[in-house]
């Protein structure tokens, strides 16, 4: 069974940073040649928007363009945990953070293609 656990979420005042976790336990992305690791947000009455990815084929990452600069994804495969350090966070980053994983994906920030997600964790940044 696969578990997708995130933690780190907080409330910062804009510009500040937070890292946030996402333990896995019954997955491993790199097991899959096409598999990826993502993160995405769901503000208040928005759709969920996919963050950040990580994929199997070449290590590639891919951030979507409101994070690039600002935020960075990466991957510890001892401890199968995926993480996501958010620097000069503003109040547009606040929301709802989940971690996802994919067995396969063609397009690492579209949400449905993701088979397993987290159940979140709460980023609010206050002006």
């Known amino acids: 069974q696969v578990q997708l656990m995130e933690s780190g979420g907080g409330s910062v005042q804009a510009g500040g940073s937070l890292r946030l976790a996402c333990a896995a336990s019954g997955y491993t992305y790199s097991s899959y040649s096409m598999g990826c690791m993502g993160w995405f947000r769901q503000a208040p009455g928005k759709e969920r928007e996919g963050v950040s990815a990580i994929c199997t084929r070449g290590g590639s990452t891919v951030y979507d363009n409101s994070v690039k600069g600002r935020f960075t994804i990466a991957q510890d495969s001892a401890k199968n945990t995926l993480y996501l350090q958010m620097n000069s966070l503003k109040p547009d980053d606040t929301g709802m953070y989940y971690c996802?994983?994919?067995?396969?994906?063609?397009?690492?920030?579209?949400?449905?293609?993701?088979?397993?997600w987290g159940q979140g964790t709460q980023v609010t940044v206050s002006s």
């Open positions: 996802a994983a994919s067995r396969f994906s063609w397009s690492p920030l579209d949400n449905s293609e993701y088979n397993y």
